[in-house]
């Protein structure tokens, strides 16, 4: 008989947007007339920029002469990116990471989650709540004990140490859903915990180009002795509007080294180049073309403006929903703007209300773990001319609470 993985079973089903789908479908059933806003949806929304559009094109042309075609990419990414990976987001701001410790992937949501293969079953994982699902899926998945580590206005968002040693923590900065970020400082704990503790830290950087704060670290790796205790995952997703197209990174540095049972030295870099050779055949050569664009000086103003106009969109989500008595949290590093529901509601009669009244969709905060109840996500993914309406609506929605 087949024996299955019966972790599978004792995972909540992933009900979330299936949910908000299931309630959006019926509301317009029966309301043909109305035109729903989603500010829900962690998607991008604007088209992929010239220079990204232009290097695909080009590599696709590369693909159609037997000269140039290119069949299986390198596992670990082709060069040409990881060179650029390097030079921009890490020497130019002045940390060292080597080309052998960056591995190009299909987006942050594979490695994320892959990640658990190199790792025993028998570790105590300590995640942030409320967060991305994947980090508490994957580790029930592989049936590890997971500690949440609660994040609420109280402590101003900032995770406290977990109650029992953690061997892995998992940070996501800035932080999907809340917005919120850490500063150096308060970063500079975890590492140091880590350090004292010998835990790994699984660092989920996905939203870095969003920082507009100078005090906000962009890598994990800016504090000292990081590279020690720190997996960094990136993404293209948010960053150059890859959500299509798939590309991310991730970093696993050498000094990363931790002890077999047996006492044996063994370094998680070169763990997860065995993984990836075994398990992935790298990401299309035409989508790593269009990624190694975005560094080019003409590919990083394309992709700021985009960032600029979710940004803008954050603001103006943030200051009207202040002006309406509403508790706002994040919105400044990132594009996500987290709110307390009003009057104590639950996150999901806050949804049924914007839905009914102003038919608004957003996402209710408690599909992202049980620190989330009682707050709700925005996301400024939007156009803007839909997130003007929706602000106009909102000021409807003020007399039903
Ligand atoms: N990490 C976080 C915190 C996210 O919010 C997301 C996507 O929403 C991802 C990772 C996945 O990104 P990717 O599209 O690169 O798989």
Known sequence: MIKINENYIRIKNNYLFSEISKKVNEYKNCNKDKNIISLGIGDVTQAVVKVVIDAIHKATDEMAKTETFR?????????????????????????????????????????????????????????????????????????????????????????????????????????????????????????????????????????????????????????????????????????????????????????????????????LNTMWKRRQSTKFNGTAYIVQRGAEAIYSSDGQKQIRAVIDYYMENARIIKTNLELLGLTTYGGINAPYIWIKTPNTMTSWDFFDLLLNQVQIVGTPGSGFGEAGEGFFRFTAFGNRDNILEAMFRMKKLSEFY
């Open 71 to 267: 069949g299986y990419a390198p596992y670990e990414g082709y060069d040409f990116l990881i060179q650029a990976i390097l030079k921009n987001d890490f020497i130019n701001r002045g940390i060292f990471v080597e080309s052998d410790e960056i591995f190009i992937n299909d987006g942050a949501k594979s490695d994320t989650g892959n990640i658990g293969d190199i790792l025993g079953h028998n570790n105590h994982v300590a995640i942030v709540d409320p967060a991305y699902p994947v980090y508490v899926d994957t580790n029930k998945m592989a049936g590890r004990t997971v500690e949440l580590l609660t994040c609420s206005p109280e402590n101003c968002f900032v995770p406290m140490f977990p109650k029992k040693k953690a061997d892995v923590i998992y940070l996501c900065y800035p932080n999907n859903p809340t917005g919120t970020t850490l500063n150096s400082e308060q970063l500079k704990k975890w590492v140091d915990y880590a350090l004292e503790n010998k835990s790994l830290i699984l660092f989920d950087a996905a939203y870095e180009a969003y920082i507009s704060q100078s005090n906000i670290p962009h890598s994990i790796y800016e504090i000292l002795n990081a590279k020690k205790v720190a997996i960094e995952f990136r993404s293209f997703s948010k960053t150059a509007g890859f959500t299509g197209l798939r590309a991310g990174y991730t970093i696993v540095p050498k000094e990363l080294i931790t002890k077999t049972s047996f006492g044996e030295k063994v370094s």
